[in-house]
């Protein structure tokens, strides 16, 4: 968490420079600061935080940015995840529903491929692997959650893995 909480200065400042520069519109600042926001609440579990930017538009998905933005926020969510991965990560269920309600991707792809239902199973968040499942999430990916939540021990997860039927669109 502390990469996160880095990143989110980091965003900052570059927010910052680039709104010197005169080389970002308010629209795509604000999406970045939101979304930034989101992905630091989601992770933490404030679901207050996470209601109340989701009221005001924070981008559930990662913005995509023009290139030669000062930033890519789907660059920063492959490194760093998305509010739907770091809910998931952490088990923060409630927040994973939230997520899936305002349409969040379940098959976005961090830095080392692993999805929300990934990250879920493998730190043993059985509810919230649950939750994704019922969600539509696939479980035939590359890395693969069982795998995951095999090598973390996690057996109340293996089980109920092993026992899901893939979706129509597994491979």
Known sequence: MRVLATLVI???????QAIAEDSITYDAEQKALDYMALTYASGKGHIVLVKG????GAPVNAPTF?????????Y??????????????????????????????TE????DGGTALYFAA????????KVLVEGGAKLLV???PLFAA?????????????GSTPTEDDP
């Open 76 to 105: 920063l969510a492959s490194e760093f995840g998305t509010p739907l991965q770091v809910a998931a990560e952490a088990g923060h269920t409630d927040i994973v529903k939230l997520l899936l309600d305002h349409d969040a991707n």
């Open 150 to 162: 095999m090598k973390g021990g996690h057996k109340d997860v293996v089980d109920y893995l092993s």
């Open 10 to 16: 980091v965003v900052f400042l570059n927010i910052g």
């Open 66 to 74: 023009s290139p030669d933005s000062f930033t890519d926020a789907e």
């Open 53 to 56: 930017l989701l009221a005001r």
């Open 142 to 144: 590359f890395p693969s």
């Open 108 to 111: 976005w792809q961090c830095c």
């Open 122 to 129: 493998e730190n043993g968040h059985l509810e919230a692997v």
